[in-house]
């Protein structure tokens, strides 16, 4: 009998606000864990505000949003894409409860994709609302999405705070995004671990940092991942996919041999 498929890793891509480049991050990180040759997925789950199908100038046929209406059947929301990446887009209803059933239409979706992929990355709404909450529970882990900002900072510390008064011990990776240098990024967690530790005895553990780059803005213009148009974007999230790897499902092809 061959060895069941190990579940998926899933990450909620987070952040206190907006602005920080979550979408950007998400979108170029999952390019990268798949160009490292992982089975990756991507479900947009700002719903309403959605931005990953634009990032990466793909029209998804169908939503969670028609699948909770009974419109479509769950295949037809799968959407592969030519970043080797299998896009979900949530879709422009926003949910008024955590009874809504777009909740259990992105709950069916989810498994859907966790048992098909290595890597699901949840890219979540900015701030703190249900659909954050709904990410969060459902992932292994938070990517916290920082920039050096003050306000930023502010709203990071609010996410991680509302967190860790139900689930203290809840696991955050913290991901730099726009630093200048890698003395900037180092300051900005630093800082941040110090703000969390003090008031919250608990820091989260930094995956790594994104430099700033006007190559981010003209890959938004052209609608394609930033890590193709500079090597020091492909570098940074090549690194993250890297920090990632410990923490992903071994591929059943090894399994396999490592049974025998």
């Known amino acids: 009998m061959s060895p069941s ?10 952040s206190g606000k907006g602005g920080a480049g979550k979408s950007t991050v998400a979108v ?47 295949d037809a929301v799968l959407h592969p894409t030519a970043q080797g990446v299998t896009l979900v887009a949530g879709g422009s209803t926003a949910p008024t409860s955590v009874a809504d059933p777009l909740f259990g239409a992105l709950d069916d979706v989810l498994d859907a994709l966790a048992s098909t992929h290595a890597v699901v990355l949840i890219d979540a709404p900015a701030g703190v609302g ?3 909450c709904w990410a969060l529970d459902r992932a292994d882990a938070g990517l916290l999405v920082l920039v050096g900002e003050p306000t930023a900072v502010t709203g990071a510390y609010g996410l991680v705070k509302t967190l860790h008064q139900t689930i203290p011990d809840y696991p955050f990776l913290a991901v730099v995004n726009a630093a200048d240098t890698d003395a900037d990024a180092a300051q900005t967690a630093e800082r941040f671990a ?46 993250l996919a890297e920090g990632l790897a410990p923490l992903l499902p071994i591929p059943a092809v090894l399994r396999t041999a490592l049974a025998r």
Not at 5 to 14: C, I, N, Q, R, T
Not at 38 to 65: F, I, K, M, Y
Request: charged share 10%.
């Open 5 to 14: 498929p190990s579940p998926a890793l899933v990450l909620a891509v987070v």
């Open 28 to 74: 170029n990180l999952a390019a990268a864990l798949a160009d490292a040759g992982h089975r990756v997925a991507l479900l947009d789950a700002d719903l309403g505000q959605g931005s990953c199908a634009t990032l990466l100038n793909e029209t998804p046929p169908a939503t969670v949003a028609a699948y909770a209406s009974g419109a479509v059947a769950l």
């Open 130 to 132: 249900e659909t954050v």
């Open 194 to 239: 110090e703000l969390t530790m003090r008031f919250l005895g608990t820091a989260p553990s930094v995956l790594g940092w994104v430099p700033y780059s006007a190559h981010v803005r003209a890959a938004v213009r052209s609608q394609t991942p930033a890590l193709r148009l500079a090597p020091s974007l492909r570098l940074a999230f090549g690194s």
